[in-house]
């Protein structure tokens, strides 16, 4: 996987094909939670575009220059959610700071990127995948524009649900689920892709 083809590759397939809310069912608290207004979900999928990406990088340079030469590989967790948590404040502060309608908007979900799965998964699957700076890079920021792709899609689908004669039971939370997972079933058809 060299070159340009080998980016191309990695960033579809972390879109698409291993999107990893719809593929690998990382980041569901935040989808679930914040996809109710459109513009509030492509806020959310800023933010973690944002850290993913920088995380990516960070990850990378903190496993193969402090962790390895020092020995303390089996630190990684622990590691990658400090880095995780420094970036969520920072980005928290600067959305306090730029947008605070947004800030208010995301609530408590913005604090809770530093718990989201998705982004200590595609820092430990960069890893794991030995990627070089450059595929991390890439594989994050695809990563986070599956995870922007899916949040939003699943946003659009919940506002025109509000709108639509839905039998009393299955209002709400219910017919987001049965929503997501027909989402989830619809991304299996990229499943061949790469």
Do not use: W
Request: hydrophobic fraction near 60%.
């Amino acid at each position: 996987m060299d070159g340009f083809s080998g980016i191309l590759l990695i960033l579809l397939s972390s879109i698409l094909v291993n999107n990893f809310i719809l593929s690998r069912f990382l980041g569901i608290c935040p989808f679930l939670g914040v996809s109710k207004k459109v513009e509030t979900a492509l806020g959310m999928g800023f933010a973690v575009t944002f850290v993913m990406a920088l995380a990516s990088v960070i990850t990378y340079l903190v496993q193969y220059y402090i962790l390895v030469p020092l020995g303390i590989e089996y630190l990684q967790t622990i590691a990658f959610i400090l880095v995780i948590a420094a970036l969520v404040q920072l980005v928290e502060m600067a959305l306090q700071k730029m947008v605070p309608a947004l800030y208010k908007a995301l609530g408590v979900y913005l604090p809770l990127i530093t718990t989201n799965c998705a982004v200590l998964g595609v820092a430990i699957l960069n890893i794991n995948e030995h990627y070089n700076l450059l595929q991390t890079l890439v594989n994050g920021i695809g990563g986070a524009l599956g995870f922007t792709l899916a949040i939003v899609l699943f946003a659009g689908i919940r506002e025109r649900l509000e709108l639509s004669n839905i039998p009393e039971p299955l209002k709400g939370f219910p017919i987001a689920l049965i929503s997501a997972g027909l989402m989830a079933i619809a991304f299996l058809g990229f499943s061949g892709l790469v």
